[in-house]
């Protein structure tokens, strides 16, 4: 099964900082925008698509195309984001995360680990797969504030062609400065680093992870935020093999530190071969020049797909079907 979380945080609203983010009125919407594309093709509670001013759609339009054409089955899991998905759903109970600069970032962070830590082990048995995918704007940086607190010198992707490497260093220097700690500061507390740092789909999937079947594979599909979690696990000293999958513009992102850190970690990693340089729409054209680049578990759902005996090839027309359908409706 493919579970998406979606979550929301605080520190998104930084100008800058999350392309998901860019207009902060519609930060609410975007994650539960997602899991409505996923599982109806469009957001039902926002009247227009999710797409950035320059036609750039949510990476949920691959998800999509891969869930129609292999007939995945999906469930949603709210984790804290500001407003609820139309589609049916699993209620962990948490709140959107904080701004780590001001305040601890999450709170209740038990509560939530423990009940994502039943619902893994509700969902699972042995020798099955699961997929575990999110939707959380800011998400990356979180993800960065995790892995230094977690004692990695790293950097992570962007849904932006251009990294703004800069300002995610300098949010990281402000909540160094409020917790008067430097890098390796929760070297063996995870979850004190998700809570004082991170962000509530974290603690969600991580407990989710923790609690479910120990026979059974676990994928995360993402890019450096699901390395996070990753982190996360070895630090608890779960050496639970895992795989992340995510897409080739996030492993050919050379501003993001991916390859070294899934070595680091020991993880197996899948880069779904994604190529949309013939797509008639300049929309999925810019993905090839570094824009959107993963999220809502596109990698990983083409990676599901591929497990039904659909290709890639497959998705990336669906994709474009869906595209088209999109502008021309």
């Known amino acids: 099964m493919f579970f998406l979380f979606i979550s929301n945080t605080d520190i998104a609203r930084v100008p800058g900082l999350s392309a998901a983010g860019a207009n902060v009125d519609v930060l609410p919407y975007t994650s539960p925008a997602d899991a409505d594309v996923i599982r109806f093709g469009k957001p039902l509670s926002i009247d227009c698509f999710p ?26 899991v709210r984790a804290g984001s500001m407003m609820a998905p139309s589609p049916p759903y699993v209620e962990l109970g948490a709140s959107p995360g904080g701004d780590p600069r001001v305040a601890a970032s999450v709170g209740e962070i038990k509560n939530i680990f423990e009940r994502a830590e039943s619902l893994g082990g509700n969902f699972t048995k042995g020798g099955d797969k699961v997929m575990l995918a999110e939707s959380i704007p800011g998400g ?32 990281w220097r402000d909540v160094s400065l409020r ?5 390796g500061c929760f070297r063996s507390d995870p979850l004190g680093a998700i809570s004082e740092l991170g962000d509530p789909m974290q603690a969600a999937v991580l407990g ?42 996030v492993t050919n992102d050379s501003t993001a530190s991916f390859a070294e850190l899934a ?67």
């Open 140 to 171: 990356t940086t979180t993800a960065l504030l995790v892995l230094r607190a977690l004692g990695y010198d790293c950097m992570v992707s962007s849904a932006s062609n251009s990294n703004p490497v800069e300002l995610k260093e300098s949010v």
């Open 51 to 76: 797409m950035d001013p320059d036609g750039h759609p949510t990476p949920a339009l691959i998800t999509r195309a891969a869930v129609t054409a292999a007939d995945i089955p999906v469930c949603v």
């Open 263 to 329: 070595r680091l970690l020991d993880v197996d990693t899948y880069s779904a071969p994604l190529d949309f340089s013939g797509s008639p729409y300049k929309g999925l054209r810019d993905y090839e020049d570094g824009f959107v680049k993963e999220g809502v578990g596109a990698g990983g759902s083409v990676l599901y797909a591929s497990w039904q005996g659909i290709g890639t090839e497959a998705v990336i027309a669906r994709t474009n079907e869906l595209y088209r359908d999109i502008v021309e409706s």
């Open 208 to 249: 989710f992870i923790t609690g479910a079947k120990k026979r059974t594979e676990i994928i995360l599909a993402g890019g450096t935020q699901m390395l996070a979690i990753a982190a996360c696990l070895r630090a608890m000293g779960c050496g639970r093999d895992v795989t992340v999958a995510t897409t080739n513009y």
């Open 179 to 183: 917790l008067g700690a430097e890098k």
